[in-house]
Nanobody
Framework: QVQLVESGGGLVQPGGSLRLSCAGSGISFRDNAINWYRQAPGKQREFVALINSYDITNYAASVKGRFTISKDNAKNTVSLQMSSLKPEDTAVYYC?????????WGQGTQVTVSS
């Protein structure tokens, strides 16, 4: 059974940093692309970043240069380092893994950027 568990969310002031983690079980992150999405209140879920099986990364324009996605194949985890956070980054952040014709999602972790 595939399971994704996010952690690391919290309350941070504008300009601050947070590091999110996604731990996977039941599937190898080494062989798959992993995405981070986010959903703000009243808005649709949106793509944030991805890292594929070759460690090639891609970012949404709104976070490029501020967020960094990385993968630890030995621990089967993916991290999202977020810096220079803005109030508009406030959202629930989700880990996503498309594989075997299915979409696997974590439960999400809340990030709130506020003074």
């Amino acid at each position: 059974q595939v399971q994704l568990v996010e952690s690391g969310g919290g309350l941070v002031q504008p300009g601050g940093s947070l590091r999110l983690s996604c731990a996977g079980s039941g599937i190898s992150f080494r062989d798959n692309a992993i995405n981070w999405y986010r959903q703000a209140p009243g808005k649709q879920r949106e793509f944030v970043a991805l890292i594929n099986s070759y460690d090639i990364t891609n970012y949404a324009a709104s976070v490029k240069g501020r967020f960094t996605i990385s993968k630890d194949n030995a621990k089967n985890t993916v991290s999202l380092q977020m810096s220079s956070l803005k109030p508009e980054d406030t959202a629930v952040y989700y880990c996503h893994l498309p594989a075997n014709g299915r979409d696997y999602w974590g439960q999400g972790t809340q990030v709130t950027v506020s003074s």
